[in-house]
């Protein structure tokens, strides 16, 4: 048997030493234990700052929607309290209005001759607007208002107060533009009535605001309320049989919408249609305003963005300016970049037509209205620091100067004219081409020089061509970018050449209108117009 040796006990033996790995691996678990635990740190942290905030920011909703409650549970306490005055306030204007029309039914012989509508002042036209309201003609009211588009400034000054006088101003106001709107029911639409319609609808609101909360009340019958989203209604379904939202006009647009802020019918429901609109008569003035008066502010930004991918950055650039979005969208490389588009369609037009006369005409009148247009945002919004209009301007000009001598006629030569035999002065260019037997001149042969096309001599049947020496849009068509233009070259062609004998008969065809007996020749038409 092997003999196991058993250390004692007492005697000393020598630790064993750790390794360098080991030494390295547990500092690496230090490390890693202390990068976590700082990471967990920082995630806590966090998460403790973000439901402060929000803990902040919800105390701040509490405290703005008790806010909110304590002023609308004023309001609807004063609209309680002050309900009773108001109607009082307006039985009291009914009852002068009906005493004032019982006073001018009275008084219809005296009316009848004042229904000429040539009215010379101011206060004469407020007292013919008085006269159809006291009466409740909305019929005359409304015919006499679309008569009066030239003072139109005095008629929104005075209709308001003659809309007072009625015993009931909001159902006068829809039964005076029943005939143009929801739908137009002339049998015969020579203009557009819009522009009433939208004057006569602004001038309501003032009429119908309540006489103590103001414009936080607008005093309406239900059953005019009730006719007012009838009349709405009937208009959007009027659209599918227009060809939808793409074919509707502007103005029109324009009226759908005031009516609705008018009377208040406005619904949330709608705010895409509305949105729809608002988009495709973007260009119109006031659709910025009446955007954000139909409750749109929070779909601004992407109607400016929509408005921008077509194109249309002059009319984003009102949309920007209404909504105070200038840091988003930088208004002058906005302009730079429609100017930009203007010149490259200008220059298509050209290239694609050949430099044709009406290319040059479509692409200078292309360039000059978003000059134009630019030029006016540019002054309107005050950008002439970041933006100087001095070079457009001075292009513009350019333009402008091409266009006027493009309408001057062009000088005539010696060979358009005749002298007359008693030497009275020159004759009006000969009736070539109407007969057979062609004006024969009774002068030698003049020295060589372009003969003209008065003077020439046609076969009989030939149709006599424009001359391309008139006025206005018969002028020889002007190209600024190529050579000058030459009369000569469009020259129709030339029949055989025209003779002249040694010793011409110094007589007259009858053709010629009998001008040998002192009467003066049917001059042809073409020449004067």
């Avoid at 829809?174 to 203009?191: G, N, Q, Y």
Wanted: glycine content about 4%; overall charge negative; proline content about 9%.
């Amino acid at each position: 048997m092997s003999s196991v040796s058993i250390s004692d006990p007492g005697e000393l033996s020598e630790p064993e030493q750790p390794s360098f790995d080991e030494f390295q691996r547990q500092t690496s678990l230090m490390t890693s234990c202390t990068l976590l635990w700082k990471e967990l740190s920082d995630h806590f942290t966090s998460l403790e700052e973000t439901l402060l905030k929000k803990t902040d920011a919800i105390k701040d909703k509490i405290e703005t929607l008790d806010t909110e409650t304590k002023a609308s549970l004023v309001s609807l306490e004063e609209r309680e309290t002050t309900i009773e005055n108001s109607v009082a306030i307006a039985l009291q204007k009914v009852e002068a209005a009906v005493k004032a029309a019982a006073a001018a039914a009275g008084a219809v012989s005296c009316d009848e001759k004042e229904d000429n509508p040539d009215v010379d002042d101011s206060e004469g036209l407020l007292m013919k607007l008085k006269s159809y309201c006291v009466r409740m003609d909305s019929v005359g009211f409304g015919a006499f208002v679309c008569s009066r588009k030239k003072e139109i400034e005095s008629m929104r000054e005075n209709i308001p107060v003659a809309l007072a006088e009625c015993a009931d101003p909001a159902r006068f106001v829809l039964e005076a533009i029943s005939e143009v709107f929801p739908v137009d029911k002339r049998k015969v639409c020579m203009t557009d009535l819009s522009w009433a319609c939208v004057l006569v609808l602004e001038s309501l609101i003032p009429v119908m605001v309540d006489p103590i909360l103001g414009e936080s009340r607008v005093l309406v019958t239900p059953s005019v309320k009730k006719s007012a989203k009838e009349i709405a209604e009937k208009w959007k379904e009027s659209l599918e049989e227009r060809g939808g939202i793409e074919n509707v006009t502007p103005p029109d647009v324009h009226t759908f919408f005031q009516h609705l802020l008018t009377f208040g019918i406005v619904k949330e429901e709608d705010l895409e249609f509305y949105r729809k609109l608002v988009v495709g008569s973007a260009w119109r003035k006031q659709m910025p305003k009446l955007a954000l008066a139909l409750g749109l502010s929070d779909q601004m930004p992407d109607m400016i963005e929509e408005l921008i991918s077509r194109g249309q950055q002059v009319d984003a650039v009102h949309f920007i300016h209404e909504v105070g979005l200038v840091d988003r969208f930088p208004p002058v490389s906005l302009l730079k970049s429609f100017l930009k588009d203007a010149k490259k369609a200008a220059t298509a037009i050209l290239e694609d037509s050949n430099h044709s006369s009406r290319a040059v005409h479509l692409a200078a009148r292309k360039e000059q209205s978003a000059l134009k247009a630019v030029i006016k945002c540019i002054e309107e919004y005050k950008l002439e620091g970041e933006f100087p209009p001095e070079n457009l301007k001075k292009r513009l000009e350019q333009l402008e100067k091409v266009k006027v001598e493009k309408k001057r006629p062009a000088a005539a030569g010696p060979a358009n004219k005749r002298t007359r035999v008693s030497n009275v002065g020159p004759m009006p260019p000969a009736k070539a081409g109407r007969i057979t037997n062609a004006y024969v001149s009774s002068f030698p042969a003049p020295p060589a020089f372009v003969r003209s096309p008065s003077h020439t001599q046609y076969p009989a049947g030939y149709s006599f061509p424009s001359p391309v020496y008139g006025h206005g849009s018969r002028s020889p068509p002007t190209n600024p970018y190529a050579a000058p233009y030459s009369p000569e070259a469009t020259a129709p062609p030339l029949s055989p050449p025209l003779s002249y004998p040694g010793t011409p008969p110094m007589n007259y065809p009858t053709a010629y209108g009998g001008y040998g007996n002192g009467m003066p020749p049917a001059y042809q038409q073409a020449y004067y117009r």
